[in-house]
């Protein structure tokens, strides 16, 4: 299986200052023949489901603030926040669904400071 | 609009099975394979497996393979996940998501079902 890790675990940033999230995977989620890289972002609030932010680790998802935008390749992936808002308190998860069983990180919980 | 609903909470005893309903609107049921994935209380994300709801072929993460059967019925659009010898280990929110226009990446999430495993 493809490990997913997260950093930090958790991370407490000031209201309109940029948040960074950094998910690494066990082996590369870079498809040679498309040049994709199989790798989702998801921001889960307290009592919700979670929410598709970015796929194709760098394509926002309709209606998602541009605010928010995922970068890397190959096995080093982040999401970054630019202007932190207090709407945006969550729990952060990376997806890799490049191979099966399609697993996610542990998670980052982002706080205000 | 794309939504997905699910089926009311559960509580089961030890050694029973669970099945949890998810009803997509919004879209045509066969044209987009449905996730499961799970979540234990205050822990992370767990993938369980997808179906194609055109074919009716699943496929499940080795952790549930013994144990998980997902499917579907053309006829009322409703897909299925039944989780059969249950643990208190299984107490969980369960998710149905429906697979992404372009990839299989989790697109749009059910509200989720609360699973309680206790005797």
């Known amino acids: 299986d493809i490990v997913m890790t997260q950093s930090p675990d958790s991370l407490a940033v000031s209201l309109s200052e940029r948040a960074t999230i950094n998910c690494k995977s066990s082996?590369?989620?870079?498809?040679?023949?498309?040049?994709?890289?199989?790798l989702a972002w998801f921001q889960q609030k307290a009592g919700q489901p979670p929410k598709l932010l970015i796929y194709?680790?760098?394509t926002r998802e309709s209606g998602v603030p541009d605010r928010f935008s995922g970068s890397g390749s190959g096995t080093d992936f982040t999401l970054t926040i630019s202007s932190l808002q207090a709407e945006d308190v969550a729990v952060y998860y990376c997806?890799?669904?490049?191979?099966?069983?399609?697993?996610f990180g542990q998670g980052t919980k982002l706080e205000i400071k | 609009q794309v939504q997905m609903v699910q089926s009311g909470a559960e509580v089961k005893k030890p050694g029973a099975s669970v099945k949890v309903s998810c009803k997509p609107s919004?879209?045509?049921?066969?044209?987009?394979?449905v996730h499961w994935v799970r979540q234990a209380p205050g822990q992370g994300l767990e993938w369980m497996g997808w179906?194609?709801?055109?074919?009716?072929?699943?496929s499940y993460a080795q952790n549930f393979q013994s144990r998980v059967t997902m499917t579907r019925d053309t006829s009322i659009s409703t897909v299925y996940m039944e989780l059969s010898r249950l643990t208190s280990d299984d107490t969980a929110f369960y998710y149905c998501?429906?697979?992404?226009?372009?990839?299989?990446?989790?697109?749009?999430w059910g509200q989720g079902t609360l699973v309680t495993v206790s005797s």
């Open positions: 998501a429906r697979n992404g226009v372009s990839g299989d990446y989790a697109s749009v």
């Open positions: 919004g879209y045509t049921f066969t044209g987009y394979y």
């Open positions: 179906i194609d709801p055109y074919s009716g072929e699943a």
């Open positions: 082996q590369s989620v870079l498809y040679s023949s498309d040049n994709k890289n199989y």
């Open positions: 194709w680790a760098s």
């Open positions: 997806q890799q669904y490049f191979d099966s069983p399609y697993t």
